[in-house]
């Protein structure tokens, strides 16, 4: 278990881009809750920042003023957390307005992504609420974010969606069982691409 302040670092899979914090293509990430930790990342060769606060609840939303001091004392991208609060990922009206009105602030205060998810009652990504909420984060890149993986099946819908990259966090087990996911997910998306470009005669 982390302590308060501390970082966890992810992989998110891009293309080489020569850039600090990429190396044989990926992206090293580095989720921080505090200034320290964000200028500690990008000493320590992070590619990216994501920000937030209560990392011992999966992350929430953190304040603009941390957002704001980052920003003054990093290079690198700040993607912001948008989660009003720990635990699930369903959430109410009101607390949907509170998500909304997050993203507004963040970006007015200088956040160079946003980060979010929300699944429905059963368990399913919640597609017409991440919709809406996408909608309001544009021209900013998304990162969806979701803390069980309920829905893994519907993974593959999100690359449809105009998401950047995929967070999905889990135990130990369930990340075994999700790394082997993930390969089947990127097989199947490659083999769509793959198709299509058949499809337009690029390759024979």
């Known amino acids: 278990?982390?302590?308060?302040?501390?970082?966890?670092?992810?992989?998110?899979?891009?293309?080489?881009?020569?850039?600090?914090?990429?190396?044989?293509?990926?992206?090293?990430?580095?989720?921080?809750?505090?200034?320290?930790?964000?200028?500690?990342?990008?000493r320590g060769g992070a590619g990216r920042i994501e920000l937030c606060s209560g990392l011992l609840e999966g992350g929430t939303t953190p304040s603009m003023g941390v957002l704001q001091v980052v920003k003054q004392y990093v290079q690198i991208p700040v993607f912001v957390m948008i989660r009003p609060r720990g635990g699930d990922f369903l959430y109410s009206d009101r607390e949907v307005e509170v998500m909304k009105a997050d993203i507004r602030l963040a970006k007015l205060y200088g956040a160079d992504g946003l980060v979010f998810g929300a699944l429905t009652e059963d368990g399913h990504i919640d597609k017409e609420l991440c919709m809406s909420l996408v909608a309001i984060c544009r021209p900013l890149p998304v990162t969806f974010h979701r803390g069980k993986r309920q829905d893994c099946g519907n993974a593959r819908y999100l690359f449809i969606y105009p998401f950047t990259s995929v967070t999905l966090n889990c135990s130990e087990e369930e990340q075994r069982r999700q790394d082997s996911m993930g390969e089947s997910i990127i097989t199947w998306c490659l083999e769509r691409i793959y198709n299509l470009i058949k499809m337009l005669n690029f390759v024979d």
């Open 1 to 42: 278990m982390k302590r308060q302040g501390a970082s966890s670092e992810r992989k998110r899979a891009r293309i080489p881009s020569g850039k600090a914090g990429a190396a044989n293509g990926f992206l090293m990430e580095v989720c921080v809750d505090s200034v320290e930790s964000a200028v500690n990342a990008e």
